[in-house]
């Protein structure tokens, strides 16, 4: 008779897998973010991949192909961006003035109501913007550094994703084999189904994250340029790229919009049309276009969601934030078809979704 298993070792044991996974993760970031991001993009262009080698291009032409269709894209984006924001620098100037003007006038109330000299308004407002100024320059100095590291780690990314579109088969063969090994040849008609199901929920997941992203930069676009903000090209599809990032993203980027036209615009008119622009779309993206597009995709409830978030941003900063949701998609395809890991998949899956799963045998 086997002996019983102590629950506190057992909760132990856990809780060290848990620490050791989260610590490699952060202590071995400049690593695996590249790794991940490149299995996030290949995953991506998977059904692309597919469609070429339908079309009888060899393997490593058609990733090939691929990646330098991702990159022409991406370039193209960023050429926009670019010009978009030295556009937005011309008027650097004249929000330098509208901000002086407001602080006076924000002096001049003070004094009048409050009976507090200017001099002790403007010492003390002077003591704040060198802590701030101080906080700013590190913070620049992150999104620089994180900048080059981006450019630097590029050509390794893409290097990654074609090397994983091109030895995609020899990684699912490999994890077959596990699967053959631990839980023997009556799991692998499942493993099979696993193996799929990851990498179609990756795929399409990211897929319609994108095309949202793309319909609301056209979106944003028209509605600002109709408002009358200047730039806004550029902030529609700032907002749209923020909004890529689940909850957090949208209020950030409307935020930016609304407090740049409050700041340029002498009434506030202008920055209440703007707030319910955004209002509007934040709408249309919650109970339309994300459910329909990408909602079915990954089955997520919304605790699971945000911790996952909270925890991307934790370990691995903003990339985490933007790769831990589809990552806990794919974790909950696996919960789905293996037997003892079930209950954690109900546990962060939406309740409203059906789990085919539970038809079939699960993994052992």
Request: hydrophobic share 55%.
């Amino acid at each position: 008779m086997p002996p019983k298993s102590n629950p506190v070792a057992r909760f132990n044991e856990v809780l060290f897998f848990l620490v050791l996974v989260f610590g490699i993760l952060y202590v071995a970031k400049s690593f695996l973010i590249p790794v991940a991001i490149g299995g996030m993009m290949a995953m991506l262009l998977v059904p692309l991949c597919r469609r070429l080698e339908k079309w009888k291009i060899p393997r490593g032409f058609s990733a090939i192909i691929c990646v330098l269709l991702l990159l022409l894209l991406l370039l193209g984006v960023c050429y926009l961006l670019i010009n978009q924001v030295v556009a937005l620098g011309k008027d650097l100037p004249m929000i330098v003035a509208k901000l002086n003007e407001m602080l006076n006038s924000g002096h001049d109330y003070i004094s009048e109501h409050f009976q507090l000299p200017v001099d002790q308004q403007k010492a003390y407002l002077q003591n704040q913007i060198t802590g701030l100024t101080n906080l700013a320059g590190k913070f620049v100095g992150d999104i620089f550094r994180s900048l080059l590291s981006l450019l630097v780690h590029l050509l390794i990314i893409f290097a990654y994703t074609a090397l994983l579109l091109i030895y995609r088969r020899r990684i699912k063969n490999f994890v077959l084999a596990l699967v053959r090994r631990y839980a023997g040849r009556t799991s692998l008609d499942e493993a099979h189904d696993v193996v799929r199901k990851t990498t179609d929920v990756a795929s399409a997941y990211l897929a319609g994250v994108c095309m949202v992203a793309l319909i609301f930069s056209v979106i944003n676009t028209i509605g600002l340029a109709i408002i009358g903000i200047e730039n806004a090209l550029f902030f529609g599809m700032m907002v749209a790229f923020i909004n890529i990032i689940p909850y957090i993203g949208s209020v950030a980027g409307s935020s930016i919009v609304i407090l740049y036209t409050f700041i340029t615009r002498d009434t506030l008119v202008t920055p209440i049309i703007v707030a319910l622009f955004f209002i509007v779309m934040q709408q249309i993206d919650s109970y339309i276009l994300t459910p329909k597009i990408t909602g079915g995709k990954i089955a997520l409830n919304a605790l699971a969601t945000l911790m996952a978030l909270l925890l991307g941003n934790l370990v691995w900063g903003v990339a985490g934030m933007i790769l831990f949701v589809p990552f806990l998609g794919v974790t909950k395809v696996i919960f789905d078809h293996v037997e003892s890991l079930k209950p954690f998949g109900t546990l962060i899956g939406d309740r409203d979704a059906k789990s085919k799963a539970e038809k079939k045998p699960a993994i052992r």
